[in-house]
Structure formats: structure tokens, C-alpha cells
């Protein structure tokens, strides 16, 4: 990236999240969310220990995780954490993640405090004779790529110019090495080669565009004990329909995705 020219649309954009502890104990976030009026106080400048979810952490994380938690779209299903265990944010993001520990991680998937679904789920760990399709795949298959349920996402709708909408989450390989797996699920972030360039005035001011791909590893926050792709072996194998295709790639996109793509899916095992 060309920074000197990059750096004030970086500034005013990605950077500009960032909170400070009264951004969540004392003050309400200045985005908009729906019918909520954002900005201002709380509660006077009394200090909150735990911030409201619906005001602190939906009024930042509101445009997706939140409403996909809830179930805020139509037709797209909340969480079961948030239907059937009334959970909040921090039942699964304790106050030692939020904080940090004093190191700065590399990444989010890098956090030390992250939450694991075994730590609450301990049956379900694979090898444990639980669950027979758990011990089938072993480790190879993040908990998302069976328990992930519908998705939306901004390609939903908007997919370009002349382009079409396709599903928000797709299966394929998963590049990081903070996780164990082999499988994970991929949503399309909207990241374009050419997004800052009408800021800066330049051409190709993201110079190392290509380097990542622009199917990132997700954790969406609508999981499910039982979805379409869990119901049976059939239903992911020997459909391609739920893996990332070199045909689901945009030619214009990141040279990168080609990295996370998996191969035709396996047939059905025999037992």
C-alpha cells in the first residue's frame, strides 16, 4: 500500500473503531443502530460494570454480528445461544479478551482469552465417542462448517455491477495457523482493489492486494445444534454447491482466494 497517501483514508475509516473504557462503561457508542438513539451518556456518568449488550456492543457491532446473533433479519435465524440460553456477548467474550493481557496479538483468531465451543461443550470435542460424525472427522472440520446456519451478507444484494448475488458462506481451506483445522467456512469481506482509490487520487494504492485473499476465515454468530448441512453425510458430501469453487471466484477479485478453494467435495464414506 502506497501509506503516505493511504494513511488519512486508513485514519478516517478502518481506524476509527478503536474504544476507550468510557466508550463502554459510561458513554454510548455514536453509531447509528436501527431505531436506537446513539451518543451521549448512559446512565449520567455513572461508571457501568457490565455495559448493556443492545446499546455498547450492538451499537458497534450492530451492522452484522448483532443482528445475526438476534436474528434481526428477516428470514435469517438467530443464534441458539441467544434464543435458548438468553446469552450475552460476554458469556463467550470475558472481560480478559475485551482487556487484553498486556501483549498484542497478531490477529483476532490470535486472542489468548478467545472463546472455544469445547470449553462449554466438552462431549462434543472430537474423540470423545459422543457424537460419532464428530469422531468421523476428527479435528479437520471447524465447529461453523456444520453448526453455521444461513447467512447474510452485503453480496447477498450487492455484488457488483453486472454481477450476481451468491450465498455469504462457503466452505473451503482454511490458511491460518492459530487453527487447528483443515475446513472452515469463508465469508466474502467487500474489499475491492480499487476502494480508496478515489480517495488518494492514485491508481492500485493497495499495491499488495493480491498477497490475502478476500475469502476470510469466519466465525458467524448464528450457530445452530441442527442445520441443513448437519442433518445427514449427503448434505455436504458429494455437494459442491457449499464449497468454494475456482467458478465462484470473481477474475477481478484477490489472485489470493485461489488459495482457500477446495476441491471437488468427497463422496459419501462407507460404513
Known sequence: MRWTAAKPAYQKACASCHATCGDCHVSRPPYSNGPLILGGLQNGHLFAKTPPMALTCNGCHGGRVAAEFS???EGFPADVHFTKAKMTCTDCHPAAQMHGDGTTPANRF???HGPECVNCHPEAAPGKGRIPSHNVHGGSLACQVC?????KSCNNCHAGQGATSFPALKIGLNLRPE???KYVVLRH???????????TGLVNTIQNFDRVPTWKTATPHNI???TARSQSCAACHNNPNLFLRLSDLNPNDSQANGRVVTGPPLPIPIR
Do not use: C, E, K
Not at 469481506?189 to 480517495?199: A, E, H, N, Q, S
Open 147 to 151: 453448526h453455521s446456519t444461513v447467512s
Open 189 to 199: 469481506v467487500p474489499t475491492t482493489r480499487d476502494m480508496i482509490d478515489r480517495l
Open 71 to 73: 436474528g434481526q433479519y
Open 224 to 226: 445452530q445444534r441442527v
Open 179 to 181: 487453527l487447528p483445522h
Open 110 to 112: 490470535a486472542v489468548t
